[in-house]
């Protein structure tokens, strides 16, 4: 209720005059016509009559005069209630009075003006109050209102056009009166359905109150067409009601969004129920004259009628929300960046968001109901075409899952192509696959920036290496003699300089290396190292720069063993040293330690320079940072040093940190992991500290103790077993990584426990390593594979060189390659190895032979030495020079005698064996050479006779 | 009679380094070359017995500079070696599908070089 105090007393006042005067009036109206108290039609009642409409007019006018919120709205309402009374006014001043009363006449002119203002006034105010009614809503509100009055027309309005005699104006008079209540009827309804069916106060009473009048008007009607109607009747007092109580919701507090208050329905329904009960019993004889069906369906048709057009309201509702979430969702997708395109179950493009068609040159209507891939995914990078069945994204309309592409190519509508990255997702409904979805990004500045970093990598270095040629080259020359004498010292300077030159040009090879180390590209040859051997080594190699700056040099490490890549600890050592020294003062210190810590080994260098900032403990070990920017320049340093450091750290899977007090020294520190670690518990957990497991199988705990324990100190789990029984329960239990079994065994022995490990597929996989007394040559081979066979009395590094082999694996073939000039034998060589799944390469001459090593990186070589032009030794010689070739195992093959001379100068580190041609069979030379790899399988160990075995030379 | 060899790299101090190392250590005769247009006119005239190539070279480099050589009848015969501070992986196979008849990297050991030389036109003369 708006509240009064608001306003001057004058309209207070006149407020409480017009409802006093209307309640009283309507009182004393009624109780005349109910109880008879006078006589109503005469003109006294009838002037009351009259001005009882004025009261709710006025209430509805004064309202809209003093409220400007919704004041047309009411002014409209006030309107039309005061034509509604000049419309009696002249009926009973006028028509009443007439012999003929015209039919219509201007009271019904009048009077349906009253709904004209009602139904214009009712729309002003669903503007108000509802902000989101659609336009088709209207539409809907009057077809509703229409199929209404057809379907009422044909049962409640006939019997009055009957009665009417048919003359046009009359119809027309007798259908206003009812349409325009159902008009009004169905927007109320439309209104109700619009406010999900909850609506505020003044729906609810509105809707009352017209559901109320709708039903009087037409017992009016049928009374009045039957002739039944009696002036000053209690039905007169409808009329005046109704208005006196829209006038109540004129002063209802005015509100935007109506409430949530449930009034509306309970008003609705009472209302409802008392006007259709009194419709159906005034109207009850013309309802029994109708057939019973034609009563039951019409009755039937008018509710379903109603029910329908409610409903359609509440259908439009959701189809409006459902629109907005749309018109949302498309403003998200028009937003975005990434192409996307929607997918049916065919593979056919329901949706494109305008990146997408911008990306691929492509109209919204070009590309909609094509195949997304016969449109923009058709043919390969190489040309060739790219079959449906291949694409991921029909992969994922098929299989439900999401499939990925990082390096894919698009095309254009124009025929260029760019290179792509796409996700497709599959959208299910109810369980099936009912399309994907593609989103794809563009993907070219990135392949730009990665090509470019490469070429910049490789300018860079091939701009290091250019003047280092010469100066390597003549420095060698300098340093061989070739071009005179040097003095001692001079020809030890040279030396000096050359190593040096050596190992800046290693350097610039690793800085390469970092690139792909960092990308993962390049493998840790990760072997147990000792740890004092590395740090002697580091500080051997700085104490020629330590003494020329006057700084002290002192090393402390354990004899202790590490897992790790011994090139690149000795790396980053003599990066970490190079660089305490370098920023240590004459006369200063640099101490280097190794101990062993929870696990790990801890190397520490400490110096006694200027110290770090705090702020710069952690940037230091970025690319290209220094201390200070001065640095570079005197130093020398290149600012990746420390990037590279813990690079190699980090891939060990160890950390690398600095500690420093400004003014008193740094030290750095770094961690390596001391025990041997298996690939998967690598990747899943670099800070655990558990080793591989290794089940020791063998009868004599003796051997079994020893060998745990040998293992145990460098990191591996064990597990003992002592019969083959045991052993195969334990590896059933425990799946350890790799098995160490005893041959001799009472019960089962080793090869019985082989076969049966190999038997059951839970163990089948595991690697195993022979320990026995035996021999592998001469001794009945296994019925599996095995990684390695180890003699006992047991070498130390042949077992740990096994079990890391065995522990692991390599999933690429092995490589090997074949110097053999006789091209028959070559070629049986070649054939022996390919059996055995094994890369085989050959050449003919040594000098291929070193192209082809540098090209492959064999794992193995076979090489005759009496080749042509006596290169076989050159090969060697070249080799035991290349950094990774150097320790390659290396099969010298010969029909040659070989004498200690030659054998020395063709050791190629400790795994070189020298066989004699025309005295062993090539099987026989398979097995040394899968032996020397590591794989040793049945058809390798039988063919080798005893006869055979006694011919190798050692 | 002593074989001749040509180098050609655009790189003054190279030149003189490896020429040295040819000569003294390699028993080689020396002609070079700064430039690519250069060396062709020198292949041309001297017919040298092999011809090393520097890769990296202004104006014309030696990929471009092999190219020509091989149109060329009187210079397609010559054995050339390509010498090179690029020893990425992708760059040596690309330069070995140009047909060259080896390739070296830089920097050399000058002791070496003309060993490797040798050993490289060994093959290639099988």
């Known amino acids: ?954 | 009679m002593s074989k001749r060899i040509l180098l050609i790299d655009d790189e003054n101090d190279i030149r003189e380094v490896a020429g040295i190392s040819l000569e003294s250590v390699g028993g080689w005769q020396v002609s070079s070359a700064n430039s690519g247009h250069l060396g062709i006119e020198i292949a041309l005239a001297e017919q040298p017995d092999a011809i090393l190539l520097d890769v990296m070279m202004p104006d014309m480099d030696g990929p471009t500079t092999f190219a020509r050589l091989q149109d060329d009848p009187g210079t397609r015969e010559i054995p050339v070696i390509l010498l090179t501070a690029k020893a990425q992986g992708a760059d040596r196979k690309r330069f070995a599908e140009l047909g060259v008849a080896g390739v070296l990297t830089k920097p050399f050991d000058p002791m070496a070089l003309p060993g490797q030389v040798a050993a490289i036109l060994a093959a290639h003369d099988r």
């Not at chain 1, 899952?401 to 254009?412: A, E, I, K, M, P």
């Not at chain 1, 990135?446 to 100066?471: G, Q």
């Not at chain 1, 705990?701 to 045991?726: K, M, N």
């Not at chain 1, 006992?792 to 092995?814: G, H, M, Q, T, Y």
């Open chain 1, 1 to 954: 209720m708006i509240s009064l105090s608001q306003f001057p007393r004058a309209v207070r006042v006149a407020f409480y005059l017009l409802w006093g005067f209307g309640i009283i009036g309507l009182a004393a109206f009624t109780a005349a016509a109910a109880f008879g108290l006078g006589n109503t039609t005469s003109t006294g009642w009838q002037v009351l009559y009259v001005s009882l409409h004025l009261a709710p007019a006025g209430l509805c006018l004064l309202r809209a005069a003093v409220v400007p919120r919704e004041r047309a709205i009411w002014a409209l309402f006030g309107i039309g209630m005061l034509l509604w009374s000049v419309g009696y006014a002249y009926y009973f001043g006028v028509i009443q009075g007439l012999d003929v009363p015209p039919y219509p006449s201007l009271s019904d002119a009048l009077w349906l003006s009253y709904y004209g203002c009602v139904f214009a006034a009712l729309l002003l105010l669903v503007r108000a109050r509802l902000k989101k009614v659609r336009k088709t809503l209207w539409i809907d509100a009057v077809v509703g209102g229409l199929a209404l009055a057809a379907l009422s027309a044909a049962i409640l309005i006939e019997p009055i056009l009957a009665r009417t005699g048919g003359r046009t104006a009359a119809v027309v008079t007798n259908m206003a009166y009812p349409l325009s209540d159902l008009l009004i009827l169905s927007l109320l309804l439309g209104v109700f359905a619009l406010s999900g069916w909850r609506p505020g106060r003044t729906w609810a009473i509105l809707g009352g109150v017209f559901t109320f009048q709708a039903g009087f008007d037409t017992i009016y009607l049928y009374q009045a067409a039957s002739g039944t109607y009696e002036s000053g009747g209690l039905l007169d007092t409808v009329w005046p009601l109704a208005m006196l109580v829209i006038a109540l919701t004129a002063w209802q507090q005015p509100k935007t969004r109506e409430g949530d208050e449930l009034l509306g329905w309970p008003a609705l329904a009472i209302t409802a129920t008392f006007a259709l009960v009194g419709l159906f019993l005034t109207t009850y004889d013309h309802w029994r004259q109708l057939p019973d069906t034609v009563q039951a369906l019409a009755t039937l048709t008018l509710v379903a009628a109603f029910v329908r057009t409610t409903t359609t309201f509440g259908d439009i509702k959701k189809l409006a929300h459902s629109k907005v979430l749309s018109e949302r969702h498309d403003a998200i997708l028009s937003a975005a960046g990434e192409g996307v395109y929607g997918l049916d179950p065919e593979g056919r493009t329901t949706f494109a968001n305008p990146a997408a068609l911008k990306m691929t040159g492509y109209e919204a209507g070009e590309v909609i109901g094509h195949r997304q891939h016969e449109l923009v995914h058709h043919t390969k990078a190489d040309g060739t075409p790219f079959p449906l069945e291949e694409c991921p994204v029909w992969a994922s309309l098929a299989d439900g899952t999401v499939h990925r592409s990082s390096d894919d190519l698009y095309w254009r509508k124009d025929g260029t192509s760019f290179p792509v990255e796409y996700t497709s997702t599959p959208i299910f409904e109810e369980g099936e696959v009912t399309g994907a979805v593609v989103v794809f990004r563009d993907i070219t500045e990135r392949r730009e920036i990665e090509r470019a970093k490469d070429e910049f990598t490789s300018i860079v270095s091939h701009e290091l290496r250019t003047p280092l040629t010469s100066i390597r080259g003549s420095l060698g020359l300098l340093e061989s003699g070739v071009l005179g004498p040097l003095p001692e010292k001079g020809q030890r300077m040279i030396e000096i300089a050359v190593e040096n030159t050596d190992r800046l040009v290693r350097l610039i090879n690793d800085i390469l290396d970092i690139e792909r180390i960092d990308s993962g590209e390049v493998d840790m040859h990760r072997t147990r190292c000792d740890v004092s051997k590395l740090v002697e080594s580091a500080v051997t190699e700085l104490r020629p720069l330590a003494t020329q700056t006057e700084v002290t040099l002192g090393a402390e490490a354990e004899p202790m063993a590490v897992f790790a890549d011994p090139d690149r600890v000795h790396q980053t050592l003599v990066n970490l040293i190079s660089n305490a020294v370098k920023f240590s003062e004459p006369g200063g210190a640099v101490r280097v330690s190794a101990s062993s810590e929870d696990g790990e080994v801890l190397f520490r260098v400490r110096d006694g320079g200027r110290g770090i900032p705090p702020e710069k403990l952690e940037t230091i070990f970025e690319r290209f940072q220094q201390v200070d920017a001065s640095d570079s320049r005197e130093k020398g340093g290149t600012g990746l040093g420390l990037a590279i450091c813990r690079t190699i750290v980090e891939r060990h899977g160890g950390r690398i940190w600095a500690e420093s007090e400004l003014g008193k020294g740094s030290s750095f520190l770094f961690s390596l992991p001391t025990r041997a670690r298996s690939r998967s518990e690598a990747a899943d957990d670099p800070a655990s500290a558990e080793g591989p497991a290794i089940l020791v199988c063998d009868d004599d705990p003796a051997v079994v103790e020893v060998v745990s324990t040998l293992l145990g100190s460098q990191g591996y789990r064990t597990f003992a077993a002592h019969s083959g029984e045991e052993a195969l329960e334990r590896a059933l239990a425990e799946r350890p990584d790799a098995i160490l079994l005893d041959l001799l065994m009472p019960g089962m022995s080793g090869w019985e426990t082989a076969a049966a490990l190999k038997e059951r597929p839970e163990t089948s996989e595991i690697p195993i390593v022979i320990l026995s007394v035996f021999p592998a040559e001469g001794t009945e081979p296994l019925s599996a594979p095995v990684v390695d066979w180890i003699e006992k009395p047991l070498d130390e590094a042949a077992l740990f060189r096994a079990l890391d082999r065995a522990v692991n694996p390599r999933s690429a073939p092995f490589k090997v390659l074949i110097v053999e000039d006789d091209l028959d034998l070559a070629a049986v060589l070649a054939a022996t190895f390919e059996r055995q799944g094994i890369e085989t390469f050959t050449t003919t001459s040594g000098i291929e032979a070193i192209e082809l090593s540098q090209q492959v990186i064999p794992d193995l070589l076979v090489l005759d030495v009496g080749l042509p032009e006596a290169d076989g030794f050159e090969v060697v010689d070249w080799l035991r020079r290349h950094e990774r070739l150097s320790a390659m195992p290396l099969v010298v093959y010969t029909a040659r005698d070989l004498d200690e001379a030659d054998r020395a100068r063709l050791q190629l580190g400790e795994t070189t064996e020298f066989l004699t041609k025309g005295r062993i069979t090539p099987e026989y030379l398979e097995h040394r050479v899968m032996r020397l790899l590591g794989r040793l399988t049945q058809e390798t160990t039988a063919e080798v006779s005893d006869e055979q075995a006694h011919l190798v030379d050692r």
